[in-house]
């Protein structure tokens, strides 16, 4: 019995020690292949930057770290001016040093891949404070992906003051934070010009101080909503000059898709009111770069690229746009457009942009039917767009784009039926490559169609469907972005607070685990996608975003009844709240003028003091 019992204890201790040896055994492999991985992801942002030209090298001695992060790839990161002004303004501190940091070098980085900043390789955790600008509310799932990979609890309740401080800005939180509410210490509502200032003097006074004292000081910067403290509804806060600090790429890297030119921001705003459009709305008023600082911004551009990107929500309502084509090509540069308006189009812009070798010309009708194109208020005529399609076909370009949206509200069978109409008559003037785009209509917080119902999935997807097939067969591509996700996206930009539980309970990106999280947390996507009462509270009136909730409702009434909405004058108006008495009264602005006047159209109504 002793023997027996001898022999089960050095069983016992043997399978002990082998089960010590395959644990050590696992947990050096582990340590290895994370040694491996970080000294494979220091390599390759070493190679990155060293094909950048522009990048800020700081020493952080008694400078106070920040981390800018992107939460997609570097290739679309760095194809962001966003992240440009965003990572000049933080650096012209001089007691600040601002480092990159994206959610992976390629699209889909390993799940235990590290996130180290790009100039100096350092973890998440050894900033003061990390930046998030987040434009687009499907990465929110990278948001929690990059604080799993990074070590971050992941609500800000569960973060001391030893973790650095998380803040996020962007256009898609800056309309809506609530879904990442309990994940951020701070949001910033506004335009960064107008914010990193104050909010890097706040950051210095907060220094280690606990979460509460911080979240104090944080709440005294104008333009910063602070959910922890509820301090909503938070006014954002924008720029009024945008010559001073001219927009303009700072990092030129061949890794990006504008990798071969300089863009420049030559507006910001539009006042054209186009009622699906986010960026028209929060970005209100519209302010024009001058004519001589574009065209010095250029001369130092040309240094760089022979190529300029010309970026602006609608590049050819800027007021000195034919002279701005016709001298930027006068100095060799050659051109190009974000986007533009085909009323009225500017011929030396589209001749200008022919000449400089691009291969496609994109406009954005939006809608095919005219009786559509009044609801959303983006009144172009047939004949309009047409006259585009033929400047296209006069000078040459090798394809022409179309951009259009399915499932706007009241869109019937009709409406799409004259989509395909519309690019039929289209493709009879243009000879070669043309392709449209149809993209799921997803209705966003702060603008005037911020009430309206999301059409069900399977309806956009038969609509998609028909329009490829009428198209398909006459030559013309049809392209589209998946109506599921869609959904997603518009279930997240008319979230609320709820939803921070159900992306913190996904492990993977996938639809079945997001809808499985929704369901785990007794939540329905549908829910967030229905049609809401015009006096219902919403999740995003925490925050205005300049446009008053009453001009948006008087906007949607105008909607439905096929009302249009006259674009902004230049000056003089207080209508939707966005300008303040300085900007509506400021007594130059005739000066600053040129003589395109088709972005104010019929509303060009001189203001007399
Ligand atoms: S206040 Fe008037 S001019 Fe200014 S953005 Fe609003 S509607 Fe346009």
Known sequence: MAAEQLRLKESRFEFKSISSIIIFTVIVIKIQSDMKQ?????????????QEEGVVRKNWGGKLPVALVWPNSYRVG??????????????????????????GYQQAPGRNEPLLSLESQRGLDEFAAVAFTISYELDYFNVIQMLRRAGFPIFAEERDESWPLLIAGGPAVYTNPEPLAEIFDAFAIGEGEAIVPPLVDALWEINDAPRAEAYQRLAEVDGLYIPALNNGPVERVWIKDIDSLPTATQIYTAQTEFGDRTLVEIARGCGRGCRFCLAGYVYRPMREMHLDTVLSVARHALKHRDRIGLVSAAVSDHSWIDQIATELRQMGARLTASSMRVDP?????????????????????????VRMRKVINKPQADAQILRAVELAAKYKFPQLKMYFMVGQPTETEADVEAIAG???????????????????????????????????????????K?????LNPNGVTVRSDSPTWAAVEGALARGDRRLGRVLAR?????LREWQSALATQGLSQEDYLRERQLDEALPW??????????????DLRRALRDD??????????????????????????????????????????????
């Open 422 to 464: 519309m690019a039929l008559a289209a493709r009879k003037i243009f000879p070669r490559n043309m392709a449209i785009n149809a993209t799921p209509y997803v209705p966003k917080a702060q603008t005037a169609f911020q009430w309206a119902a999301m059409l069900p999935v399977e309806t956009l997807e038969a609509r998609i």
């Open 506 to 510: 996904m492990r993977k990106i996938n």
């Open 345 to 369: 189009i500017s011929e030396p812009l589209i001749k200008g942009l022919a000449e400089s070798g691009n291969q496609t010309l994109t406009i954005a009708p939006e809608a095919g039917s």
């Open 78 to 103: 760095m194809s962001s001016l966003a992240l440009h002004i965003l990572y000049r303004l933080f650096n012209d501190e001089p007691d600040v040093v601002c480092e990159r940091v994206f959610f």
């Open 564 to 609: 249009l909405t006259p674009a902004c004058p230049p000056a003089g108006c207080l209508k939707c709240n966005a300008c303040d008495e300085e900007w509506a009264f400021r007594p130059d602005y005739q000066d600053a003028l040129g003589p395109n006047l088709g972005a104010y159209g019929d509303n060009f109504i001189p203001f007399v003091s």
């Open 466 to 470: 028909y329009l490829q097939d009428r």
């Open 38 to 50: 970080n000294y494979r992801t220091i390599d390759q942002a070493k190679k990155i930057i060293a």
């Open 541 to 554: 009136d925490v925050v205005n975003s300049g446009v008053t909730k009453a001009f948006f409702s008087w």
